[in-house]
């Protein structure tokens, strides 16, 4: 008994002769790159509100609650204001009688606390500022 060897070419010919929209590989990389780029320009494509802070998002929705006093029962009509506090450290403290409800840190530093209330302070090695959010309800 004889045994002849053949070649992957030999035994994958007669296939791609039967199936001639067979995609060769550099067809496949050309497909798979261009959805990735398609992909890629619908995610920037996704609206972004650069009008407004979320700070001034989520004051307006605390002052439009407030202004709805009929779902609240309330003899008080109270007003809340806001400030910033900047300071050129990693510590920011609020005035007093005002409460921090946010902080940002400088050198895109995410990494903050709120202590006592009314002190922020940014977590991260390099900082240059910190802003503390002060409110109050009076």
């Known amino acids: 008994m004889v045994y002849k060897s053949i070649?992957?070419?030999?035994?994958?010919?007669p296939f791609l002769r039967f199936c001639p929209?067979?995609?060769t590989l550099n067809r496949m990389k050309t497909t798979t790159f261009s959805l990735l780029?398609?992909?890629?320009l619908l995610q920037l494509m996704v609206p972004v509100n650069t009008d407004e802070t979320i700070e001034i998002i989520?004051?307006?929705?605390v002052k439009e609650l407030l202004a709805n006093q009929d779902n609240y029962?309330?003899?008080?009509?109270?007003?809340?204001?806001?400030?910033?506090v900047k300071s050129m450290n990693r510590?920011?403290?609020?005035?007093?009688?005002?409460?921090?409800?946010?902080?940002?840190?400088?050198?895109?530093?995410?990494?903050?606390?709120i202590q006592n209330g009314d002190t922020c302070n940014c977590l991260c090695l390099l900082i240059d500022w910190t802003t503390a959010r002060c409110c109050q309800l009076s």
């Open 7 to 13: 070649s992957s070419g030999q035994v994958l010919e």
């Open 21 to 23: 929209g067979t995609p």
């Open 37 to 40: 780029i398609c992909i890629s």
């Open 58 to 61: 989520v004051e307006k929705k």
């Open 73 to 84: 029962p309330s003899t008080v009509t109270k007003t809340l204001s806001c400030t910033s």
């Open 91 to 113: 510590w920011a403290s609020c005035p007093t009688g005002m409460t921090a409800t946010g902080c940002a840190c400088g050198f895109a530093c995410g990494s903050w606390e």
